[in-house]
């Protein structure tokens, strides 16, 4: 199983899933954690997607299992294209059949985070 982390370390806000990766990868080394830049383009090798991201405007961790949660960021230019714009595309493009963003707040603990995304991580097992 491959998961997709997204995160900038050098941001505090959105930093949090970098953070907990080297613990989940400890935990749980049978997945495969590959972090991405949501700005760039992704090579989708499997049609189920797995995320661990900070989301902004949600106070408690939660499990995004489409889309349609988020709303479309403003787009005016190439460099406006973002995780959720590629994400769209690929889902129109058939190469997402199902997608499940672990939704980290920027203002929990390293410790509540952790817990969440093993817990959820454990059960795609």
């Known amino acids: 199983m491959k998961v997709f982390v997204f995160g900038n370390p050098d ?3 959105d930093s949090l899933p970098m953070l907990l990766l ?4 400890k935990k749980l080394p049978e997945i495969d954690f590959e972090i991405k830049d949501p700005n760039e383009e992704w090579e989708v090798s499997e049609s ?18 489409n889309l349609e949660n988020f ?5 005016v230019s190439a460099h406006d294209f973002d ?6 595309y690929l889902q129109k493009l058939g190469k997402i059949k199902k997608i499940e963003i672990i939704g980290l707040p920027s203002m929990i603990s390293k410790d509540v985070a952790i ?3 093993i817990k959820i991580l454990s059960n795609s097992l």
Do not use: M, W
């Not at 995780?83 to 769209?88: G, S």
């Open 48 to 65: 189920e997607l797995i995320i661990i991201d900070t989301v902004v405007g949600i106070d408690k961790p939660t499990v995004f299992e």
């Open 83 to 88: 995780a959720y714009t590629n994400l769209k």
């Open 115 to 117: 817990e969440f995304a």
């Open 11 to 13: 941001l505090d806000f």
């Open 22 to 25: 080297p613990e989940l990868q």
């Open 71 to 75: 709303s479309a960021p403003p787009r």
